[in-house]
């Protein structure tokens, strides 16, 4: 069976998270901005970029090297056009940005960027720990010496204590459900979201994530050959805590 990821991110994936918009992009990336200081001129990696819309964030803010890289074609055609010129044609990306097709286990790169960024959870998707892990060690490859990756994602402790099972939203033409359960001795979220259209209309989804705690994401970053690995409970830097909403993490690889 076609894993979960590879049917999932496609443009309905990016009606069910119009909510996550531009405005949301802006205030994420001043945020990372502020807590990371990534430079301006070194080559920047979002990895899992979707449709872009942190892309287009950094390239307004003037960084110079960009790469966009996703599984999904159909949600880099989008980033390509969002990211196009004003005649919105999308093979006229600026030249200082560049979308590339590939799985994250996979970053064809080394020793090439100065910062990752892994945002919105895009991380924990595969079934085993050994693939898990692979994806930071691409990363830790594809860094600089010196480099530097921020990794956003869910907080374990607070997705257990806090799991909603079922909600439901209404909007014009369309009702969309969510169901969330706990699967593997808490070891993973898994949610089917059911879209049904005012015509009768059913399409469902699903999302498969694994659940690491702090501590495991840390030991799996060191695993990788990462240093000076931190925590926080925001991309605002706030302290990290069992009841923060998120866990960021940012880690190093050694000079040299």
Known sequence: MTPWYERSFG??????????????????????VRLLSPPKGEPLLDLCCGAGRHLCVLRDLGFGQLVGLDLSEELLH???????NADGN???IPNHVQLVR?????????NYFATILSLFTSFGYFETDEE???????VHRALRPGGRVLVDYLNRDYVIAHLV??????????????????????????KTITVTTSTGGKRQFHESVRLYS????????????????????SLDGQAYDPESKRLILVARKKDH
């Not at 989008?78 to 196009?84: D, E, H, T």
């Not at 590939?102 to 080394?110: F, G, K, L, T």
């Not at 969309?176 to 699967?183: D, G, H, T």
């Not at 799996?220 to 926080?232: K, N, Q």
């Open 11 to 32: 443009r309905e994936y990016l009606e069910l998270y119009a909510h996550r918009d531009a405005a949301e992009a802006r205030a994420d990336i001043k945020a990372i």
């Open 78 to 84: 989008v980033a390509a056009g969002n990211l196009a």
């Open 90 to 92: 999308p093979e006229q």
């Open 102 to 110: 590939s799985d994250m286990r996979a970053i064809p790169y080394a």
């Open 132 to 138: 898990n892990q692979s994806v930071f060690l691409a």
């Open 165 to 190: 099972e079922r909600d439901e939203k209404v909007f014009p033409g369309r009702h969309i459900q969510n169901v969330r359960c706990l699967i593997g001795d808490r070891r993973r979220v898994e």
């Open 214 to 233: 702090e501590a495991e994401m840390v030991a799996m970053l060191r695993v990788a050959g990462f240093i000076d690995i931190h925590c926080y409970g």
